[in-house]
C-alpha cells in the first residue's frame, strides 16, 4: 500500500465519520469535548474531584456516541470519563419543526 493509497483510506473514513456524524447529530442534547474524545450525548454528569493538589474531573455519558474513525461501535450506552484538562459541554439547540 502507497502512501497516497492510505492517505486517501483515511481521507474517506473520516468523510464516513462525518456523514454518520450529520445524520445522528439530532438524535443527541449535548455535545461534550475533552482533550482526547469528541462525544454526542442525552445525558452528561459532570463532577470535579481534587486529589493530592490536583484538580479533576469525572464525566458520565449516557446514551453516547463517540467521535473516533476507528471505533467500530461508535454507539455506546454509558461512558466514563477521567480527564486532567478543560471539558466543554454544549446543550444541543433542537429546531421546533422538522420538515
Known amino acids: 500500500m502507497s502512501a497516497d493509497d492510505l492517505e486517501n483510506y483515511e481521507t474517506e473514513l473520516e468523510l464516513d465519520l462525518y456523514r454518520e456524524y450529520r445524520d445522528v447529530v439530532s438524535l443527541f442534547s449535548y455535545v461534550v469535548e475533552t482533550e482526547r474524545r469528541f462525544y454526542l450525548a442525552n445525558e452528561v454528569e459532570l463532577k470535579p474531584r481534587s486529589a493530592?493538589?490536583?484538580?479533576?474531573?469525572?464525566?458520565?455519558?449516557?446514551?453516547?456516541?463517540?467521535?473516533?474513525?476507528?471505533?467500530?461501535?461508535?454507539?455506546?450506552?454509558?461512558?466514563?470519563?477521567?480527564?486532567?484538562?478543560?471539558?466543554?459541554?454544549?446543550?444541543?439547540?433542537?429546531?421546533?419543526?422538522?420538515?
Do not use: C, H, Q
Open 52 to 99: 493530592g493538589g490536583e484538580v479533576f474531573f469525572e464525566l458520565t455519558l449516557t446514551d453516547a456516541w463517540v467521535w473516533d474513525v476507528y471505533r467500530s461501535a461508535r454507539f455506546v450506552a454509558k461512558v466514563n470519563i477521567v480527564t486532567f484538562k478543560d471539558v466543554n459541554i454544549e446543550e444541543l439547540t433542537k429546531p421546533d419543526m422538522t420538515i
